[in-house]
């Protein structure tokens, strides 16, 4: 069963950057599609981006296109989201999620999840 375990977030002004990353077990990871979702007070968890298997392919919300750039380096089997120009209605808890199967903006059932990692935006 695969691992994964986030870093970065934190708290930033309006019109920041910040970037997060996601850190898998083991080397299953490249066999995994992945993805960021997230979850503000009150809300209910709502997709953001997805990377296929080698990188090659990526999907954005609307809410986020033009803003946030979602990569992997599978040597490293880490995914990362950069974030630019932040808004305040960014702020949530943002999970990794990987899985098998491509269900894309819909979370896989089977899927793995990241611990969370608060991303606040200052207006």
């Known amino acids: 069963q695969v691992q994964l375990v986030q870093s970065g977030g934190g708290l930033v002004q309006a019109g920041g950057s910040l970037r997060l990353s996601c850190a898998a077990s083991d080397h299953a990871f490249t066999r995994l599609f992945m993805g960021w979702f997230r979850q503000a007070p009150g809300k209910e968890r709502e997709f953001v981006a997805a990377?296929?298997?080698?990188?090659?392919?990526?999907f954005y919300s609307d809410s986020v296109e033009g803003r946030f750039t979602v990569s992997r380096d599978n040597a490293k089997v880490t995914m990362y989201l950069q974030m630019d120009n932040l808004q305040p209605g960014d702020t949530a808890v943002y999970y990794c999620?990987?899985?098998?199967?491509?269900?894309?903006?819909?979370?896989?059932?089977?899927?793995?999840w990241g611990q969370g990692t608060q991303v606040t935006v200052a207006s």
């Open positions: 999620n990987a899985a098998t199967t491509w269900t894309y903006p819909q979370a896989h059932e089977g899927g793995y």
């Open positions: 990377i296929s298997m080698t990188g090659g392919s990526t």
